[in-house]
């Protein structure tokens, strides 16, 4: 299974958005940069999550993005709906239907009736994997990143460093 590189970016991205004061929006090209990432593939990360009810975009000169919701309210799961869609990982193309030793014109009820059980056993896979990250939030990974793992000096840095870009534009 491979997530698209979107989802790192979104995650990383939004962080950095969490502590924002009212009205300090950031804009793309600032987290394009202050991450190191394409410009152009982050707008289309973010149009992804606006669309999803995970960022707001204030239009403008001094406009950007803010978080729409509650960072204890917006989880890892729903950031990876956001940017892969909500169709499951696994898809089953129902294949043992296709077995050489089964009569394709009369398919025996164990071959229709009942679910493909490798599609259950990796359905129930995804589910366990949609829990944990359903109980991962933006807010968590704040205060586990700033809190504990990066130097205090971090977020204060962090956050000037936006500040900063935020007052060059306005200038």
Not at 120 to 127: C, I, K, N, R, S
Request: aromatic share 12%; net charge neutral.
């Amino acid at each position: 299974m491979k997530m698209s590189i979107g989802v790192e970016y979104a995650i990383h991205c939004l962080l950095y958005i969490v502590k924002l004061k009212d009205k300090d929006y950031v804009g793309i090209k600032d987290l394009a940069e202050f991450q190191g990432v394409s410009e152009s593939y982050l707008a289309k990360v973010f149009t992804k999550l606006g669309k999803s009810g995970i960022t707001k975009s204030v239009p403008g000169v001094k406009g950007g993005y803010e978080l729409a919701r509650n960072p204890e309210e917006i989880s890892f799961w729903d950031i990876i709906e956001a940017i892969e869609g909500k169709e499951p990982f696994f898809q089953c193309a129902e294949i043992r239907q296709k077995n050489i030793l089964v009569d394709q014109n009369n398919l025996p009820e164990s071959y229709t009736k009942c679910p493909c059980f490798i599609k259950v056993v990796m359905q129930e896979g995804e589910e366990e994997m949609k829990k944990y990250l359903s109980k991962k939030t933006l807010s968590w990974l704040y205060n586990e990143v700033y809190g504990r793992i990066l130097p205090q000096e971090t977020e204060g840095e962090t956050l000037e460093w936006f500040k900063s870009r935020r007052n060059l534009s306005m200038k």
